[in-house]
């Protein structure tokens, strides 16, 4: 069985679930190869080790340069705080490396782009960990879209709101700066429901109207030296015309006061709609106008094996996705894409259209009127 | 005990509703005078006389400007098509009644505030059909808000959305002219919306930024004759400021596959939040952050005798408001503010606000750019 | 047009109920016959004469058996506590009206069937009054499963839990007596879901094996002067078999914590099934296995015109019914049924099978053993 | 790093989930062993080979008595259809192994109790895969329970329905026959639920009252050649008393249209209620009755990292756990239990329970009367 060498860099939050991934995903799927742990990089040593040990990883480093640069890595998987990304991205392709990063691409539309250039020229995949559209309920609501369905789209509604930083004690940290995270809530979790807004409705976004508010102006500096001031959105909103005639609106919180996995969106076509929310993942609400009078209404679908990608967690419907299988379908994809030489989707290029876009949204926000999107 | 003697224009769906609620408001709340059904108007003298007899109106005619005359009448209740409105309101005025009528008030900012004018020139009492604000668990909202219980509001989120010119088959009517109902889904349920986001909210509405589209742009003449152009929105939505620093937004729409009675509102605010759908009327849900940690996640709380106006209906929680138990609170409401000189909420000048607030979005979508609310 | 003189018994929770039905009643349906509210009794004179003003009752008495007995009431309508069910029933129909009387209909079996042979004796019409099955909702399940479209039903599962008693605090009263109340919960809101049961099934029950259970075994008595041991059920199951081969179960409480209005309902069959929850009373949950693969999941239908008496209280759809909304239509159902001299349901002798349901129930409790429904 | 071999017996359902939850397991927790996938065998050796590669197990075999002495293997792992359980884990514990296996345990009581005296003898470990005991949401309700944050419990209602047999085309399988699958429904999804009954509530079920039915009496043969008849329970229910005084039913079934995953339990004790439906296997709603007057009603708790075994998968709240992770979790206690010397549950002890608990419903089913539990 071929194999396909991964090369982590990260061991937070997101290393973990790729980690996870690369473990369950060969026994989950049929893959054309197996992905196999090869080097994790963690800027302690230690961590790195202990990380290494427990998640399979044969080998661990101090050095993210070694192993982009290991004639043992295929892949390099991109799992480091955001603003990180570019720079180890370059490297990894500079040294003919596959690019697996997480989201956001990078902290503007400019170093985006420089990696769009410098990905495509080398010929690496890429792919960019939007996992979300890999849920099978999400990727169920995309077939029912493309399939006509319900009809025409006419109406996209879509959020992402969490309230991670609503805590006004909680301190000023690499969120809450601009150089650091570019974006506020619109990079970190709004980049989510902008690239779902363009992968549901198969449409592209033209033009954007946004607006953006920091609520919590200043926060406690890490080292409790004082306050400083928030620089970049705690929240933001925007309406959206897209390509093919259909409009929307998205929002995007970091301090929505209950919602902790809050990415919902309505899709209104002119014969049914959709309604999703991710807190409640495997399931999908279906209206059909064409029902039989008296018996139209909303349908909850719960995600089963006739849907995309879940049968391959269990043969047996309404069981249940979570969190970790989006990144295992999301490996699936890495994997075949990457043997099969065929396109990853998002890959850098589509991951750099969100970054157009939040900046469209800024730049909308400042001048109080509709932005083209470049 | 006194009595309030109601003139009634109009015998379709709303005058129907007024009419239960006139029979029933005194056997639900204690009031200080007794609404009398006095006389009913219709067009049609038959339908007049048999909704008088069914309905308990002692006389009947088929002539509104003898209604709004009449000296046996203290309110005159206006029912009929939006368009006429303003004249019948006019009269009545002139006439030294009281007015009650329906949503919305007028067909232009311009009307509205003749109307407003008008009415408090002579001193007479006015109050606009918004019942949706009177449901118990609306007002519970509004309670909570203002209480602080959840906080500064950061975030209003809103919708009234319906779907019934869906069917692209459904004729012009007078829903879909210019002159006969003034803005399209806008004006006949985003009205509600837009008072109900100052409504809970406590605040104004500084400035809005929005967006109309016709989606079914020509339909068939009621006479059958070819198609005609619909000359007003069928969705909208916008962007808004209010004059405490909160921002939201707002969408409406009469052709949302599925949605029947499709408003719903989320408040956010710094230590909580709260989410409402109209379709369960019964039930608000409140978010507190500062509840015990593990503990944190919606309540649904079903309206009971604790929350305002429900007691009135039954002793016990959870039995269930309907949509014609608002218009009983609200004629509680006309009663109350007549009888006891009580200002009346909301009455013709706020009524003429929503008006202001639908021109301010038109024009914004035809400039495309922010506009101040007058 | 005709009228129905109404002499009403009670002005409680349930008499003030029955006022407002009859006030609204004949503007919202087309009645035979308008239901006129002629004399109203209570215990207390001056609540009887200022509740007679406030529901538009002509005339006023301290005297129930004046009454039953006065010439111009054409149906007497017992809202007073059950114990005094039998005695003023019995008084009722010696005097020649037609009965209207709240749930449940007496104390015991024997009561329950010297009411029903002295009322087909005297040849009066009786209703009694288990509201909640006149619900749109309710009716539309009703509809569902006698049209066969969920096959041959095989499943039933029932419940009415509240949490009315829960509080161990709440004295001794009428509840917690067998002289006053007979059964606790089973009798008082169980014999809801037990009427329900046969109701929506169309089927007879015909073995009953049941538990009961007594939480809180002594309370305050309402004098102050100690303890007295609660004499009835403060929850109680059963399990059921029905005439045509389909088995069942039911539960009821008052001390369920957290259920207001807990009455609900599953109805399964051998092609699909249906869910229905009071506390949500405007929507019924359908699901019906021969939808299409991957499209199979329950349907929330919110109750429109094209649902059973809907259409009286709203042109449109999903705008909700309210509880007393349930009551107008048993009004309805009260008026049409003497007027055209049709049959009523459920009259006495259906009442009384829940009667002989909850005895056998009870002595299941007693035997451990299945009993047979007499 | 300590390990720990598993040979697997099964590449099934169950087989495919186990062998992801080893690969998984040592990436999501801190295991003081690694489990080790070393042997693989199913009848078919192609099947088994294949499976091997894919899933990362270093052997396979088509013969599990190899295995399951195979010196190298310290854990049998049998996912094999239930009527090889027995013979299957008494072989393994005379060579010595621990055993996991999948539920139910045996197709009786006495085979049951003969692997516990088997299994106890040798002084192995074993475990028997009740999953959905270890779901954070269900574990955070044993806690809520456990801590008397509810009170005492006064009841509780457990089903656990699915429709996998609804179609009668479906044939006469191994589910369908006495001799493969002992009772029916009742044991298959039922023994899910009786082990929850007590797991939830912390108390033994001393007796119980029940009821069987096969709705589907004949299915065709698997060869085609005719009917046979169905030879165990498609539906059940059942009454319950527990030793501390509680009372409660349960229902399960195997045609119950519409239940994909209908485990679901409510817990109602006298200071609050717990509801859970594992269709939605994230969520918990609580209900208190000592909250604020008014603000009282169910609360949705979303499973975070604040509740039990969460954090492992994510740090972020409400991301949502699949069916899977149920799996990875049990594997945890699995390798944790057997490395040090803990107790497991539920050993074969507990899960001859359940057996105990099964062949008690059905005399109760055949002597129509309460059955004390042995």
Chains 1, 2, 3, 4 share one sequence.
């Not at 955001?82 to 697996?100: Q, T």
């Not at 989510?192 to 449409?203: K, R, S």
């Not at 919590?216 to 959105?233: F, H, Q, W, Y």
Request: proline share 4%.
């Amino acid at each position: 069985m071929k194999t396909l060498k991964i090369g982590l860099i990260g061991t937070g939050f997101m290393g973990k679930a790729h980690a996870i991934a690369f473990n369950a995903a060969s026994s989950v799927f049929e893959l054309p190869a197996k992905p196999v742990c090869e080097l994790l990089a963690d800027v302690d040593l230690v961590t790195a080790e202990s990380r290494a040990r427990a998640w399979g990883f044969a080998r661990a480093t101090d050095d993210w340069r070694t192993l982009v640069e290991d004639s043992d890595v295929d892949v390099v998987d991109i799992c480091a705080p955001n603003f990180l990304h570019k720079e180890m991205a370059l490297a990894a392709i500079a040294a003919g490396k596959h690019v697996y990063a997480e989201k956001p691409l990078a902290l503007s539309t400019a170093d985006a782009e420089e990696m769009v250039v410098a990905a495509e020229k080398a010929g690496v995949k890429t792919l960019v960990g939007f996992n979300y559209i890999r849920n099978s309920a999400t990727q169920l609501a995309r077939q029912i879209v493309a399939s006509g369905e319900i009809g025409e789209l006419i109406h996209f509604r879509g959020r992402h709101n969490e309230d991670y930083l609503l805590d006004p004690q909680k301190p000023h940290d690499w969120h809450t700066q601009r150089a650091t995270a570019g974006a506020g809530a619109l990079g970190d979790v709004g980049s989510h429901i902008l690239n779902m807004a363009e992968f549901l409705t198969g449409q592209r976004i033209t033009e954007v109207c946004g607006q953006l508010q920091t609520v919590i102006p200043t926060r406690l500096k890490a080292d409790g030296s004082g306050m400083a001031a928030v620089e970049n959105d705690d929240q933001a909103q925007a309406m959206l015309r897209f390509d093919q005639g259909l409009i929307g609106n998205i929002e995007t919180s970091r301090v929505a006061a209950g919602r902790k996995m809050g990415l919902a969106y309505t899709l209104t076509g002119t014969k049914g709609a959709i309604v999703f929310d991710q807190e409640r993942m495997s399931e999908l609400q279906l209206y059909r106008h064409g029902d039989a009078h008296g018996r139209r209404g909303f349908t909850t679908l719960l995600a089963g094996p006739e849907h995309p990608d879940y049968a391959a967690f269990s043969p047996a419907p309404g069981h249940g996705l979570g969190y970790n299988d989006q990144k295992i379908i999301e490996v699936r994809d890495l994997v075949e894409g990457i043997i099969n030489h065929r396109p990853l989707y998002p890959d850098f290029r589509e991951a750099a259209r969100v970054n157009r876009l939040i900046d469209a949204i800024e730049t909308s926000d400042q001048t109080g009127q509709w932005v083209t999107v470049p």
